[in-house]
């Protein structure tokens, strides 16, 4: 009797340890963001969201964020693919730098970014005389998004390839499927959940960035502006209405975007 109450007052103190910890991270944090938009009634906070401005950044995060969710679930894929199902040289170094953006800062990346495609980068001329402006523009912070989200559909991938296993694709190999065949209807239904979670993880990392979009868009009011650059400058401004508004919208979005993604992973397990 004596261990099954010790070991039940263990199981309520980690539970609580537990339900501490994320109130205090989480719920905390929301809770702020709902009384600051809701501080001055719904008036103002649709007032402030519907702004041009705020609509122009939240326009352009989506557009960003849609253009990475398409370029990762393609090349995501593909690379994932590679490392699991080949083995060459570096591949080991390959795999390391895959990680590099959970490594690197953020703010790194941009300035990276700025480095080569700056007005005096090393790839500035090339920019040039293609007519395609990468710094203080939306290929730049397009590109920003892609480096800072690049390891979460591979990483998703990887491990159901590992699971998924070779023989079903060598069975349709024998029956004269052609590769891309094998892919479509043999490997890509055992990939579907994994490519799901991937995709929605990746789309609620490119909402959020924020770091190497400030660095290399400049955050040009009006025209490199994205939801979080507009939260920053509002906060600035003290506009604080706006800034709590935005702030609760992105926050609401991702957070569904995770339980849902949650809620897949569920289903398959």
Known sequence: ??????????????????????????????????????????????????????LGAFWRTLLISVIVVLVHGVCGTAVAWVMVRHRFRGRRILNGLLDLPFAVSPVVAGYMLILLFGRTGVLAPLTNALGIPVAFALPGMILATLFVTMPFMVRELMPVLHAFGIEQEQAAATIGASGWQTFRYVTFPALRHGFAYGITLTFARALGEFGAILVISGGIQGRTETATLYIF???????????????LVLGLISLILVLGADRMRGREH
């Open 233 to 247: 400058r509002a906060l600035d401004d003290r506009q604080y209405i706006g800034a709590y508004s935005a702030a």
């Open 1 to 54: 009797m004596r261990a099954r109450a010790g070991q039940s007052w263990l199981k309520w103190l980690a539970i609580g340890v537990v339900v501490l910890y994320v109130a205090v991270l989480i719920l905390a944090p929301l809770g702020a963001l709902i009384q600051g938009a809701f501080a001055r009634g719904l008036g103002p906070m649709f007032a402030a969201l519907t702004e041009p401005d705020v």
